[in-house]
Protein backbone atom coordinates (compact mmCIF):
# COMPACT_ATOMS: atom_id res chain seq x y z
CA UNK A 1 0.00 0.00 0.00
CA UNK A 2 1.56 3.66 -0.47
CA UNK A 3 0.22 7.17 -0.49
CA UNK A 4 -0.53 9.68 -2.78
CA UNK A 5 3.77 10.68 -3.18
CA UNK A 6 4.23 7.02 -3.68
CA UNK A 7 5.96 6.20 -0.64
CA UNK A 8 5.21 2.96 1.75
CA UNK A 9 1.72 3.56 4.23
CA UNK A 10 2.60 0.97 7.16
CA UNK A 11 0.16 -0.55 9.07
CA UNK A 12 0.02 0.23 12.90
CA UNK A 13 -1.29 -2.19 15.23
CA UNK A 14 -2.01 -1.10 18.65
CA UNK A 15 -0.38 -2.20 21.21
CA UNK A 16 -3.30 -3.81 23.13
CA UNK A 17 -3.94 -6.06 20.23
CA UNK A 18 -0.87 -8.19 21.56
CA UNK A 19 -2.77 -8.99 24.31
CA UNK A 20 -6.01 -9.56 22.58
CA UNK A 21 -4.88 -11.62 19.96
CA UNK A 22 -1.99 -13.15 21.51
CA UNK A 23 0.88 -12.75 18.51
CA UNK A 24 3.82 -13.95 19.56
CA UNK A 25 5.82 -12.10 16.51
CA UNK A 26 4.71 -8.98 17.61
CA UNK A 27 4.39 -9.55 21.46
CA UNK A 28 7.92 -11.60 21.93
CA UNK A 29 5.67 -13.83 24.02
CA UNK A 30 4.15 -17.24 23.27
CA UNK A 31 0.48 -17.81 23.98
CA UNK A 32 0.95 -21.38 24.67
CA UNK A 33 3.18 -20.23 27.58
CA UNK A 34 0.90 -17.89 29.27
CA UNK A 35 -2.45 -19.64 28.08
CA UNK A 36 -2.77 -21.59 31.46
CA UNK A 37 -1.32 -18.67 33.67
CA UNK A 38 -3.58 -17.35 36.24
CA UNK A 39 -4.17 -13.58 35.73
CA UNK A 40 -1.63 -10.77 37.79
CA UNK A 41 0.77 -13.75 37.21
CA UNK A 42 4.58 -13.19 35.53
CA UNK A 43 5.63 -16.15 33.76
CA UNK A 44 9.34 -16.79 34.71
CA UNK A 45 10.01 -19.55 32.31
CA UNK A 46 9.96 -18.43 28.84
CA UNK A 47 9.37 -22.26 27.21
CA UNK A 48 12.62 -21.85 25.04
CA UNK A 49 15.55 -22.15 27.81
CA UNK A 50 16.92 -21.64 30.64
CA UNK A 51 17.20 -17.56 30.80
CA UNK A 52 16.65 -16.48 34.52
CA UNK A 53 17.24 -20.42 35.86
CA UNK A 54 20.72 -21.69 36.79
CA UNK A 55 21.93 -25.31 37.91
CA UNK A 56 22.97 -25.48 41.53
CA UNK A 57 26.80 -26.15 41.81
CA UNK A 58 26.49 -26.93 45.46
CA UNK A 59 24.10 -29.01 46.28
CA UNK A 60 24.33 -32.85 47.55
CA UNK A 61 21.63 -34.14 45.15
CA UNK A 62 24.43 -33.53 42.24
CA UNK A 63 25.21 -31.26 39.73
CA UNK A 64 25.00 -32.50 36.69
CA UNK A 65 21.19 -33.17 35.60
CA UNK A 66 19.50 -34.06 32.42
CA UNK A 67 17.73 -30.41 31.91
CA UNK A 68 15.87 -29.91 28.39
CA UNK A 69 13.49 -27.71 27.25
CA UNK A 70 11.36 -28.82 24.00
CA UNK A 71 7.58 -27.18 23.20
CA UNK A 72 7.40 -25.20 25.96
CA UNK A 73 7.96 -28.24 28.39
CA UNK A 74 10.81 -28.22 31.38
CA UNK A 75 11.90 -31.67 31.36
CA UNK A 76 14.70 -32.53 34.34
CA UNK A 77 16.00 -36.20 34.65
CA UNK A 78 19.03 -37.87 36.49
CA UNK A 79 22.33 -37.72 34.78
CA UNK A 80 25.00 -39.94 35.10
CA UNK A 81 22.06 -42.26 36.44
CA UNK A 82 22.02 -42.08 40.44
CA UNK A 83 22.67 -38.35 40.61
CA UNK A 84 20.25 -35.36 40.55
CA UNK A 85 20.27 -31.54 41.13
CA UNK A 86 18.44 -28.90 41.50
CA UNK A 87 17.58 -26.24 39.07
CA UNK A 88 17.18 -22.71 40.51
CA UNK A 89 16.12 -18.97 39.93
CA UNK A 90 18.84 -16.45 39.94
CA UNK A 91 16.16 -14.48 41.06
CA UNK A 92 15.53 -14.50 44.68
CA UNK A 93 11.44 -13.95 45.79
CA UNK A 94 10.19 -12.99 49.30
CA UNK A 95 6.48 -13.00 49.54
CA UNK A 96 5.05 -14.94 46.59
CA UNK A 97 2.36 -17.15 44.66
CA UNK A 98 3.85 -19.68 42.38
CA UNK A 99 1.78 -20.99 39.91
CA UNK A 100 3.36 -24.51 37.61
CA UNK A 101 1.85 -27.50 35.90
CA UNK A 102 3.38 -30.74 36.98
CA UNK A 103 3.59 -33.90 35.61
CA UNK A 104 5.90 -36.23 37.53
CA UNK A 105 6.54 -40.26 36.39
CA UNK A 106 6.14 -42.90 38.46
CA UNK A 107 8.68 -44.06 40.45
CA UNK A 108 10.68 -40.83 40.64
CA UNK A 109 11.53 -38.16 43.49
CA UNK A 110 11.61 -34.41 43.57
CA UNK A 111 10.43 -31.50 44.28
CA UNK A 112 9.19 -27.48 44.48
CA UNK A 113 11.99 -25.49 46.21
CA UNK A 114 10.73 -22.57 48.29
CA UNK A 115 12.95 -19.44 49.39
CA UNK A 116 16.08 -21.84 48.04
CA UNK A 117 19.43 -21.15 49.09
CA UNK A 118 22.05 -22.42 46.77
CA UNK A 119 22.65 -25.29 47.86
CA UNK A 120 19.57 -26.30 47.89
CA UNK A 121 18.15 -25.70 51.89
CA UNK A 122 14.48 -24.87 51.65
CA UNK A 123 10.71 -25.21 52.43
CA UNK A 124 9.79 -27.96 49.61
CA UNK A 125 6.74 -29.01 48.62
CA UNK A 126 7.03 -33.15 47.66
CA UNK A 127 6.94 -34.38 44.10
CA UNK A 128 6.81 -38.25 44.25
CA UNK A 129 5.07 -40.84 42.82
CA UNK A 130 4.14 -43.07 44.70
CA UNK A 131 5.12 -41.10 47.96
CA UNK A 132 4.06 -37.61 49.26
CA UNK A 133 3.48 -35.53 46.69
CA UNK A 134 2.23 -32.38 48.02
CA UNK A 135 3.77 -32.86 51.04
CA UNK A 136 5.66 -30.06 53.00
CA UNK A 137 8.69 -30.90 54.17
CA UNK A 138 12.14 -29.32 54.73
CA UNK A 139 15.30 -29.75 52.39
CA UNK A 140 18.47 -29.47 54.48
CA UNK A 141 16.63 -27.61 56.68
CA UNK A 142 14.44 -29.53 59.89
CA UNK A 143 11.06 -27.58 59.59
CA UNK A 144 8.56 -26.66 62.48
CA UNK A 145 5.59 -27.44 61.15
CA UNK A 146 5.47 -30.18 57.94
CA UNK A 147 1.78 -30.30 56.31
CA UNK A 148 0.39 -33.50 54.65
CA UNK A 149 -1.86 -32.95 51.53
CA UNK A 150 -3.98 -35.98 52.56
CA UNK A 151 -6.93 -35.77 50.31
CA UNK A 152 -4.49 -35.22 46.63
CA UNK A 153 -6.16 -38.40 45.62
CA UNK A 154 -9.35 -36.58 45.02
CA UNK A 155 -8.09 -34.28 42.50
CA UNK A 156 -4.80 -35.88 41.30
CA UNK A 157 -4.97 -36.76 37.51
CA UNK A 158 -2.08 -39.65 37.22
CA UNK A 159 0.02 -39.47 34.32
CA UNK A 160 -1.05 -36.09 33.22
CA UNK A 161 -0.49 -32.55 33.96
CA UNK A 162 -1.56 -31.41 37.64
CA UNK A 163 -1.75 -27.33 38.68
CA UNK A 164 0.07 -26.25 41.63
CA UNK A 165 -0.28 -23.18 43.40
CA UNK A 166 1.78 -22.21 46.13
CA UNK A 167 1.81 -19.21 48.30
CA UNK A 168 4.53 -18.23 50.55
CA UNK A 169 4.19 -15.20 52.64
CA UNK A 170 5.70 -13.29 56.09
CA UNK A 171 9.09 -13.52 57.99
CA UNK A 172 7.93 -16.08 59.90
CA UNK A 173 6.46 -18.42 56.44
CA UNK A 174 3.01 -19.02 56.69
CA UNK A 175 2.42 -21.47 53.32
CA UNK A 176 -0.69 -22.96 51.82
CA UNK A 177 -1.25 -25.31 48.68
CA UNK A 178 -3.49 -25.93 46.17
CA UNK A 179 -3.64 -28.55 43.63
CA UNK A 180 -6.17 -28.08 40.94
CA UNK A 181 -8.03 -25.71 42.47
CA UNK A 182 -8.15 -27.49 45.69
CA UNK A 183 -6.71 -26.29 49.17
CA UNK A 184 -4.45 -28.69 50.50
CA UNK A 185 -3.14 -27.49 53.45
CA UNK A 186 -2.60 -24.06 54.99
CA UNK A 187 0.11 -23.46 57.81
CA UNK A 188 2.31 -21.36 59.77
CA UNK A 189 5.36 -21.85 60.95
CA UNK A 190 6.41 -21.59 64.31
CA UNK A 191 9.65 -19.56 63.68
CA UNK A 192 11.57 -18.83 60.65
CA UNK A 193 13.32 -22.02 60.19
CA UNK A 194 16.44 -20.54 57.87
CA UNK A 195 19.87 -20.36 59.53
CA UNK A 196 20.05 -16.98 60.51
CA UNK A 197 16.69 -15.74 59.44
CA UNK A 198 17.17 -15.84 56.23
CA UNK A 199 13.69 -14.17 54.51
CA UNK A 200 14.06 -14.43 50.76
CA UNK A 201 15.40 -17.43 48.33
CA UNK A 202 15.69 -18.98 44.78
CA UNK A 203 12.31 -21.24 43.47
CA UNK A 204 13.83 -24.45 43.20
CA UNK A 205 12.76 -27.56 40.82
CA UNK A 206 14.75 -30.70 42.57
CA UNK A 207 16.00 -34.05 40.63
CA UNK A 208 16.65 -36.02 44.08
CA UNK A 209 19.84 -38.07 44.28
CA UNK A 210 19.36 -41.76 44.59
CA UNK A 211 20.30 -44.91 45.07
CA UNK A 212 19.92 -48.20 42.52
CA UNK A 213 17.18 -48.88 41.50
CA UNK A 214 15.51 -52.60 40.89
CA UNK A 215 12.11 -52.84 39.40
CA UNK A 216 11.02 -55.99 41.91
CA UNK A 217 11.29 -53.43 44.73
CA UNK A 218 8.44 -51.42 43.15
CA UNK A 219 6.19 -53.27 45.67
CA UNK A 220 7.84 -51.57 48.34
CA UNK A 221 8.90 -48.20 49.24
CA UNK A 222 10.40 -46.87 46.32
CA UNK A 223 9.72 -43.31 46.77
CA UNK A 224 13.16 -42.46 47.04
CA UNK A 225 14.31 -43.85 44.28
CA UNK A 226 14.47 -42.67 40.43
CA UNK A 227 13.14 -45.30 37.53
CA UNK A 228 15.91 -45.40 34.66
CA UNK A 229 14.35 -42.76 32.12
CA UNK A 230 11.63 -41.29 34.27
CA UNK A 231 11.33 -37.61 34.59
CA UNK A 232 9.91 -34.30 36.40
CA UNK A 233 7.98 -31.99 33.71
CA UNK A 234 7.02 -28.57 34.04
CA UNK A 235 5.40 -25.83 31.83
CA UNK A 236 3.55 -22.68 32.43
CA UNK A 237 5.63 -21.47 35.44
CA UNK A 238 4.62 -17.92 37.01
CA UNK A 239 4.57 -15.47 39.72
CA UNK A 240 3.22 -13.20 41.61
CA UNK A 241 5.30 -11.10 44.22
CA UNK A 242 3.29 -10.08 46.90
CA UNK A 243 4.12 -6.39 48.62
Known amino acids: MTNQKGKPKFLLIPLTLCSLLGLSLICGVSFAQTGNIPEGFRPIFNGKNLRGWHISRTTHQGTTPDISVEEGVLTLKQHPYGQGGVLLTDKLYK???????VKVDSFCNGGIFLRSTESGQAYQVELAEPGGT??????RLPISQSAEATDIEKVWKPNDW???RIRMVGDIPHLTLWVNGEKMWEVTQP???????ATAGMIGLQVHWSATYSA??????????WRPGAAHRFRHIAIKEIK
Open 216 to 225: AAEAFDMSGS
Open 191 to 197: VNDFTAG
Open 134 to 139: GNLLGE
Open 162 to 164: NAF
Open 95 to 101: NFELYVE
